[in-house]
């Protein structure tokens, strides 16, 4: 059985130019993989990795999200990629009969994934739900929603090299946590990990100190007006943002951390002539869907056409 290789792509640090004195670069994670993008590679590597190396007869990955998460998009790639079936135990009942109007969700179901929809009361208790699939399926990998544990956090740390040491500061947006927990865990000790929340969880901050044992990690708002909302303003900014720089960037997480970091630069957040390395950590299958919305909503579009 096949398992996750290290990627071989180019993942380029580009320098994003500013009139302040201080440094700002991304780091392309998105471009690790066409599907499997960003830090969902790394959260599913050693995970997917460690399950295939016990070989198990009849391997399936079983995962929770909801109705535009990347991780189960990612998931259902690589379930594809690896031959392995894959199920996504998926955040509203109501999207069973109209599934296939969800480009995120159309295209797992493509890409092999297949689907149990559960009420959003249902979805709070995942534990009681991942034990009734466990004696269901006792040969699947059951990968929580984000795909965040210790495995995941091991993976993270590929995403630092030779290359990232001498930055300052380190920033990511942050959803359930495991990626800026694995920066923190394995980042230099003169640098900063700055994590910007785009789900109002209090919870997170905690879960990341377990996660990574050091408490270097700042977690900052980015929710702006919550999950999955979507402003005019958000939008200006991400296509604005590509028509200078070239750099896509999604509405839920990369889109909000990059408007909340340049407005810090701009208040003076970052003192003078400091290094600041930020993580695009993918998310651009969600724009699809974003875009039927603000479409049926009569709004401005992300366009990353010149």
């Known amino acids: 059985m096949s398992r996750l290789e290290f990627p071989t792509v180019p993942l380029p640090i580009t320098r994003i ?8 670069y991304i780091k392309r994670e998105d471009l690790i993989h066409p599907e499997i993008s960003g830090n969902k590679y790394w959260k599913l590597f050693y995970n ?20 535009y998460s990347n991780h189960i998009a990612a998931v259902a790639a690589m379930g594809k990629m690896m031959h392995i079936s894959t199920l996504g135990i998926i955040r509203g009942e109501e999207l ?20 149990l929809f559960v009420t959003r009361e249902e979805y709070r208790n995942k534990e009681n739900i991942s034990l009734e699939l466990k004696e269901k399926f006792p040969e699947a ?4 929603e984000g795909g965040t544990n210790d495995q995941a956090v091991e993976g993270v740390r590929h995403m630092l090299n030779n290359e990232t040491q001498e930055f300052d500061y ?57 999950y ?12 604005s943002f590509f028509q ?29 002539h400091s290094s600041v390395l930020v993580f695009h950590t993918g998310g651009l299958q969600g724009i699809t869907g974003a875009n039927e919305r603000l ?10 056409r010149n």
């Open 244 to 272: 200078k720089f070239g750099i896509p960037l999604d509405p839920v997480y990369t889109g909000k951390m990059m408007k909340k970091i340049m407005e810090q630069i701009e208040e003076g957040y970052f003192p003078e």
């Open 170 to 226: 380190l920033c990511t947006a942050v959803g359930t946590g495991g990626t800026a927990a694995g920066l923190s865990k394995f980042c230099e000790t003169h640098q900063q990990v700055i994590g910007y929340q785009v789900v109002k969880d209090p919870s997170v901050e905690e879960k990341v100190f377990q996660l990574s044992g050091k408490r270097n990690v700042t977690l900052l708002e980015a929710h702006d007006r919550g």
């Open 48 to 67: 997917v990795n460690h399950y295939l190396n016990k070989q198990p007869n009849d391997p399936k990955l079983i995962t929770f999200g909801g109705a």
């Open 96 to 115: 069973s009969l109209k599934y296939q109007e969800n480009p995120t969700l159309k295209q797992a179901s493509e890409n092999g994934m297949e689907y």
């Open 228 to 239: 999955g909302k979507i402003t005019e303003e958000n939008i200006r900014f991400i296509n």
């Open 17 to 24: 130019p500013l009139e302040k004195n201080i440094r700002l």
């Open 141 to 144: 990998l059951i990968i929580p």
């Open 295 to 304: 479409k049926q909503q009569n709004k401005t579009e992300i366009n990353f």
